[in-house]
């Protein structure tokens, strides 16, 4: 069996086994096996190990450049760790280890699934295929065109491609559905044989499963809405037309799809694992104006949630910087970080705990609000498309309550502001109050009044900003994605250190082990160059 480290400690110490064959491009030589590791995979083994290499990209590579080039974080003056990526200059090798990784997972679960076949256990099988299709949409929305159809086929037994050729984001899109559509044929919850803690989603709980996959088969088409609509409109139709769907529906409170980690010192989140690999305590990520300022103004009590306050004469204020704007000599000398629930404070232990969040019940709210909004269906679940948009917001509030409530009593209280003067933390923010009493504003946060008899237009740029408000710091690379699809938020800020001039990054670059060994590779693409949803 073949077995390959990887640069991320959590993964390390909590898998059993590995399962690495060839990763797009070259096949591993059995170099690296570890004696204290079984070297017989089983699907107790494999399962848990390919979603943890799944959660330690989206939870620091994927999340670093998502919240970075989304805007929610930028370089701490301090530091100089992400200045490539705030000059939007990263070279090919600075996406190695992502690219690597993923790749990794899809071996992974490639092999779960043959593994899982051979001894007729269909939800593993399932589980397999809806996660390797989550993968693969990751790297084609980072990368756009990448291999897909002769990917994962480097060991012998499986044709030893070595040089897979590259597929368009299209065929891949297209691909992935059908696996999705494969694994819910065989999603079964009373099946005999079900997964248990080895399942580190869902814990072996098929019915979330089920909804899992309507609910990633829903992002993808409208990831593809705005190139291909009549096959997104159609793809969506279909979903709801499904006998199946009609009874598990869509991710809902409860249902949100994450990795937990923080349950001793060698189970840590994978972002606060990479700061302390970077230098015990060394921050290299504030808070960004683009957000904070944003979520200040409409009285967002989130801006708590998702950065530390900062002390000053007037009580606990969260203050950022402006995007990009490292160099400055004008920069405030107190400013915010990101707080522990994203894991985003280096120098505290409680960002070990914070979750991988892979899909969540704010992401499937402001999904279907968004069909709705568009007139592809009547209604979801029996809401219109401005209930489903406050029914986003407040999934995002009920996810962290404790959190929220713990901001409530650490910080509000010290500048005078009350518990909730309502029922809960999102009645406060939705009705104004917190913007009333907590800064002295007036009225109500203007991100908050949905203009339920607005344009498509209009109410798309509510949704999505909403949801890049509700995926801050938590869903970086998804907040990224939705606005390269959509252009919001609008209010974004270039970079004044900005090296290629006055425009955004659109996908990352092919690391160089693809274009130095596969001799399939179709050549480098400009970091400005749209993917095909785009």
Known sequence: MLIMSINRKIIITAMAALVLGASSC??????????????????????????????????????????????FWTQDPGANQ??????????????????????????????LYKLADSQKKTQYMAIALVMEAYTFQLITDAWGNAPYTQALKGQFADS???????????????GIIANIDSALSLMNPTAAVLPGADDLVYGGNMTQWEKFAYTLKLRIYMRMSEIDPIDAQAGITAIYTDPKFQQVGFIGQGDDAFIGFGYNTNNESP???????????????????????????????????????????????????????????????????????????????????????????????FLQAEVVAKGWQSSSSGYSDDSLFYHGIMASFNYYSTQLTAAYSTFFTNIGFPLPLTSSVYQDYISGAWLQNGIGGTGVGYWTVYPTTGTFAQKQRFIITQKWFAM???????????????????????????????TYPERFLYPTSESSRNLNFPGLQALTAPVWWQ
Request: glycine content about 8%; charged content about 15%.
């Open 160 to 174: 030893n491609i070595t040089s897979p050729k590259y597929d368009s984001t299209r065929t891949i899109y297209f």
């Open 26 to 71: 070259k096949k591993y030589l059995n170099v690296n096996q570890n004696p204290n590791i079984s070297q017989t995979a089983t699907v107790k083994t494999l399962l848990p190990a390919a979603q943890l290499y799944v959660a330690s990209t989206v939870g620091v590579d994927l999340q670093i450049n998502g919240c970075i080039w989304g805007e």
């Open 271 to 365: 972002l606060y694992s990479e700061e302390l690999g970077l230098g015990q305590g060394v921050q290299n990520l504030v808070g960004s104006n683009t957000c904070i300022d944003s979520m200040n103004s409409n009285g967002d009590p989130r801006a708590y949630l998702f950065y530390e306050g900062t002390s000053s004469s007037s009580g606990t204020n969260i203050v950022g910087i402006p995007q990009g704007d490292y160099e400055s000599t004008t920069l405030s000398t107190a400013f915010s970080i990101p707080n522990v629930y994203v894991a985003g404070d280096a120098a505290n232990s409680s960002s070990g705990k914070a979750p991988v969040n892979l899909l969540t019940s704010w992401e499937s709210y």
């Open 82 to 111: 992400y200045r490539q990526l705030e000059q939007y200059a990263p070279n090919q090798d600075y996406f190695s280890t992502p690219w690597n990784n993923l790749y990794e997972a899809g071996e992974n679960f490639f092999q």
């Open 472 to 502: 801050c710091g938590n869903q970086g690379f998804e907040a990224w994605c939705e606005r390269r699809r959509t252009g919001y938020p609008d209010f974004f800020v270039l970079s004044p250190n900005s090296l290629i001039g006055p």
